[in-house]
């Protein structure tokens, strides 16, 4: 082959590659390239009259409001344990017993310290009636007086059956003995306190439940040790004999048994400060239950802490919020979720919430724009007050009217997309221009 066909067969090659590249370029370019967009598809919502309701949500774990830590205030060895943890109670139903032999001797010797304080006060009130009957005789000896007439001298005497220092003497002695009747009486009823006490430590190591509920808890088994003050290791510790109801968010552990109402729960959810500055006690809430999805339950925020808690530089403030009924398959310790409701506006003008660009409040007006979209299809950026603002809806205080349609969005049909999708179909990083290296016929020397 010459020279000059050669040149000629590579140029006629270089032509056909540059009009293929051209050919798929063409066929692959991006729709943007072509300058004419199919039209975009206008989403728009119509403004009605409706219930625009705020919330703020978080989570916490359900719990009895009421939960009660029953212990034994007497000390001694644990001889039953009635209940196991899961058991229903009723209200007086025996938890535990205690071995009362030591406490029934106490009893034992109480009653007879008694009957010999109560013999010495006897004794006492003898002295002393004694000692007022000497007091007497001698207060009347001393007025028992004798007078004679001397015959001779005609001088009369007078004279007394008793003296002025033996009535000082019997009122001493009534005196002491008055004293030990009052002692007798002080030992008397200090005894008298003592078995009653005594009685009332053997009615103590019967312990019962305080409140109805459901057993969390129980600190002992038979033949541990109960002391009045602490725990040791494996004994129940003695506290009080009848734990009150008391509001607490952890069920304590230092009693004998703990027990919790779940006739009504609670829980406690920790809010984020921009959240919290919006709740107030009373506010409706509603729970729900991961782990029980159908089940909701209506509630009440019952308690705010007044101060916040800092973690990692993130501070939240907790809350109590308050079921108002028990709801059916919840148990204690569940995940809740919890929506606060902060502010409601009834039968007001909404539009979706994604309708609106909200502005700036100023004086507690807020402001905002949406755009109007006309029947011709025209549309108008329009100035508006806004009101309550919620997840799915916002309120319209003013500048849009009942029937009025609002753009939503623009939706980019199948063809019109930018370059991350070509005529093709969806291909990433679409083409910018014909193949690096070619440039049409001619482009290789």
Do not use: C
């Amino acid at each position: 082959m010459t020279r000059r066909k050669t040149i000629l067969v590579n140029g006629l090659l270089v032509g056909v590659l540059a009009l293929t590249a051209g050919g798929t370029w063409y066929a692959l370019r991006p729709a943007s390239a072509t300058g004419s967009n199919a039209s975009a598809t206008v989403r728009t919502a119509t403004a009605a009259k409706a219930t625009v309701s705020t919330t703020i949500s978080a989570q916490g774990n359900i719990e009895a409001t009421t939960t009660a830590s029953a212990a034994f205030s007497v000390a001694g060895t644990l001889t039953s344990v009635k209940v196991a943890v899961g058991d229903t109670v009723a209200v007086g139903q025996v938890l535990g017993t205690l071995d009362d032999s030591d406490l029934t001797t106490a009893v034992t010797q109480a009653a007879e310290q008694l009957t010999s304080a109560k013999q010495q006060l006897d004794t006492a009130v003898l002295q002393r009636t004694s000692a007022q009957q000497g007091v007497d005789e001698a207060k009347a000896n001393y007025a028992d007086e004798t007078t004679t007439t001397d015959p001779k001298t005609g001088v009369t005497t007078t004279t007394r059956r008793g003296t002025q220092s033996q009535i000082t003497s019997a009122q001493a002695q009534l005196s002491n003995a008055s004293g030990q009747v009052t002692s007798a009486q002080n030992a008397v009823t200090k005894d008298k306190v003592a078995l009653a006490t005594a009685q009332d430590a053997v009615g103590k190591a019967t312990l019962t439940a305080p409140i109805a509920g459901v057993v969390t808890a129980v600190n002992g088994t038979v033949g541990s040790s109960v002391s009045t003050g602490g725990t040791g290791g494996g004994t129940a510790t003695g506290a009080t004999a009848t734990s009150t109801a008391t509001a607490t968010s952890t069920a304590t552990s230092t009693g004998f048994v703990t027990i919790s109402d779940p006739a009504a729960l609670r829980l406690k959810a920790s809010f984020a400060e921009a959240d919290a500055v919006h709740l107030s006690l009373g506010q409706a809430a509603s729970v729900t239950f991961p782990a029980v999805p159908s089940v909701t339950a209506t509630a009440k925020v019952s308690a705010i802490a007044p101060t916040g808690t800092a973690s990692n530089g993130v501070v939240t403030f907790a809350a109590t919020i308050t079921l108002d009924a028990t709801p059916d398959g919840v148990r204690l310790g569940q995940t809740a979720n919890v929506s606060v409701t902060t502010a409601t506006a009834a039968n007001v003008v909404s539009v979706p919430s994604n309708a609106v660009t909200v502005g700036t409040t100023t004086n507690g007006v807020t402001t905002g724009t949406v755009t109007v979209v006309a029947i011709d299809g025209t549309k108008k950026v329009t100035d508006v007050t806004v009101g309550v603002q919620g997840d799915a809806a916002t309120e319209i205080v003013s500048g849009v009217a009942v029937g009025d349609k609002v753009l939503i969005s623009l939706d980019t049909s199948v063809g019109t997309t930018t370059g991350t999708q070509s005529n093709s179909g969806s291909l990433t990083g679409g083409f910018g221009g014909p193949p690096a290296g070619f440039s049409g016929p001619g482009g290789q020397g």
